[in-house]
């Protein structure tokens, strides 16, 4: 599995009286986006390629990421309007043909990619 799917386009209501300017994923957590940290576990792992699904504010991750972070190459899909949970992922998922990683850009699990590539082939 060399794709992540990660689901960023929330709107982020519970968090936004913390971070008004931000979008959830890009909180700051030591002084680094949240989402810097998620994409370079799973990089580590082997994932080289990362489809972002965005909304909201979506303009400051496209342009902190770019189309390459660090050796990994990152494509957006934004969503014009909120698409909940399943309409982002079935955005994003157009055209993939391998199995992928599905991740929610505000949630970290610590997750060995080979254990989990071997459980889902199982």
């Known amino acids: 599995m060399t ?10 209501t519970r968090l936004r ?12 957590i030591n002084g680094r986006p949240f989402l810097e940290y998620q994409i370079a576990y799973w990089a580590a792992q082997g994932v080289e390629n990362f489809i ?32 909940g949970t399943g309409g982002g ?3 994003a998922a157009e055209g993939i043909e391998e199995d992928f990683l599905v991740l929610n850009g505000d949630t970290f699990f610590e997750v060995d990619l080979q254990v989990l590539n071997q459980f889902h082939a199982e």
Request: net charge negative.
């Open 17 to 28: 009286e913390t971070v008004p300017n931000l979008p959830k994923p890009m909180a700051p």
């Open 89 to 91: 992922l079935l955005l």
């Open 52 to 83: 972002l699904s965005v909304g909201y504010k979506h303009e400051i991750i496209i342009e902190h990421f770019g189309t390459t972070w660090q050796d990994v190459s990152i494509t957006y899909v934004v969503e014009q309007t909120p698409l």
């Open 3 to 12: 794709t992540a799917i990660i689901l960023a386009g929330g709107l982020g």
